[in-house]
């Protein structure tokens, strides 16, 4: 398949940017789910949660565990909700809510077959969804199994893989490509949207569009940075934006975001400066305000 490689600029994703309507309400800007795991692992599905509440998802819960549930609580932001959710029921139930319409799981959510097991619990219910992080060395060498269980929802979900994880997951498939040419090869094999993270990010869809984003500073690499991206596109997501738009949205915004914290930030910062570059998205192009010709 030809591959249409293109610059990741908002002018090529702007006119499927979430619009806020007027007389919207919370639900019209959709209800997304960050899995969490468990107690060790609480920081990374708070700073997704943060992320996708920032980006504009009306509504954002944490799905936790029994004994993760006090330190959510005791440090969550007010706006965002938590539900408990046990490994042993799975997430199957919290989805019997048709409104939630977006799901991320894999940041510190565990490696194994619970992880496993909740994935294609998940993806089951053929909701727009990232996967991330312990998903890939959950499914390590196992590309294929991962491929048939997203079968469900075809293009409708995100991969965030850094370099190391889609080695351990796609293992010994693409490892002979450039990076441009694996990630399409995988996007086409998984039927899903591949950020393959880096200093040029490389964002692929299964029909063989390619999008480079390259606005990230290096101050981007460090703890927690690719949680709050799964955040972002998660929460893109859950505004109805289509998948292969959302995934570039959310890693030029964090490249922004980046670009605002500047020297010495942290993860937790990123979500807190998205809001500038938000409201220049949200001007018109006639305006002169905002990001000029988007090229």
């Known amino acids: 398949m030809a ?15 979430p619009k806020l309507a007027d007389d919207g309400h919370k639900y019209d ?55 408990r959710v046990d490994s042993d029921k799975g997430p199957s139930a919290l989805l019997d809510d048709t409104r939630i319409n977006a799901l991320c799981i894999g940041p510190a959510y565990g490696v194994g077959e619970d992880t496993a097991g909740a994935v294609r619990a998940v993806a089951a219910q053929g909701r727009a969804m990232v996967l991330d992080a312990d998903v ?19 293009g409708n979900t995100v991969l965030t893989p850094h370099a190391g994880e889609f080695a351990r997951l796609f293992a010994d498939k693409f490892g002979d490509m450039p990076r441009r040419e694996s990630a399409a090869a995988a996007a086409a094999h998984m039927d899903a949207i ?16 390619i999008a480079i984003s390259s606005n990230a500073p290096p101050d981007l690499a460090t703890a927690g940075s690719g949680d709050v991206l799964s955040g972002f596109i998660t929460g893109l997501l859950a505004q109805n934006m289509p998948a292969y738009e959302a995934a570039c949205a959310g890693v030029w915004l964090h490249g922004e975001a980046g670009n605002i914290a500047g020297a010495g930030l942290i993860a937790d910062d990123l979500p807190e400066v998205i809001r500038a570059p938000l409201s220049a998205l949200r001007k018109p192009r006639s305006s002169g305000i905002g990001f000029g010709d988007w090229s």
């Open 3 to 17: 591959q249409a490689t293109e610059k990741n600029t908002p002018g090529l994703w702007h006119s499927a940017f």
């Open 29 to 83: 800007r959709g209800h997304a789910i960050i899995f969490a795991g468990g107690l060790q692992g609480t920081g990374a599905a708070r700073l997704a949660a943060r992320g996708a509440l920032r980006i504009g998802a009306g509504l954002v819960t944490i799905a936790a565990p029994a004994a993760a549930l006090m330190a959510h609580a005791g440090r969550l932001p007010d706006a965002l909700m938590i539900r």
């Open 136 to 154: 890939f060395t959950s499914f390590a060498g196992a590309a294929d199994e991962l491929a048939s269980i997203l079968g469900t929802s075809p």
């Open 194 to 209: 591949i950020v393959l993270k880096g200093t040029e990010t490389i964002i692929a869809a299964p029909d063989g569009r």
